[in-house]
């Protein structure tokens, strides 16, 4: 059974950073986009960034994190990362992390993918 983990969210001030983490297991992730995305309260989930299958060579970013976040990965933990820094409060959200069920996609596919729980991120002022 696939699991996908998200660890590293918590309360930080604007300007701070956290590292969230996503472990995978149940299969491994190689050969599959990753990615991250964001739900704040009473709005729609929305993208954050992805990462492209295997070396992760091609990475994509809203627009709103540009530049403040990283994404990579670590095949050989079968895990995602997300480095977020210069936090704003309106990064206040959930993150979930996400792996598409597909083979060897350069982008992620929210539709076709599987979903962690999710993890709280708060950004005071």
């Known amino acids: 059974q696939v699991q996908l983990v998200e660890s590293g969210g918590g309360l930080v001030q604007a300007g701070g950073s956290l590292r969230l983490s996503c472990a995978a297991s149940?299969?491994?992730?190689?050969?599959?986009?990753m990615g991250w995305f964001r739900q704040a309260p009473g709005k729609e989930r929305e993208f954050v960034a992805d990462?492209?299958?295997?070396?992760?060579?091609?990475?994509y970013y809203a627009d709103s994190v540009m530049g403040r976040f990283t994404i990579s990965r670590d095949n050989a933990r079968n895990t995602v990362y997300l480095q977020m820094n210069s936090l704003k409060p309106e990064d206040t959200a959930v993150y979930y992390c996400?792996?598409?069920?597909?083979?060897?996609?350069?982008?992620?596919?929210?539709?076709?993918?599987?979903w962690g729980q999710g993890t709280q991120v708060t950004v005071s002022t």
């Open positions: 996400a792996a598409d069920r597909r083979y060897s996609t350069s982008r992620l596919n929210a539709a076709d993918s599987y």
């Open positions: 149940g299969r491994a992730f190689s050969n599959h986009a």
């Open positions: 990462i492209s299958w295997s070396s992760g060579v091609n990475t």
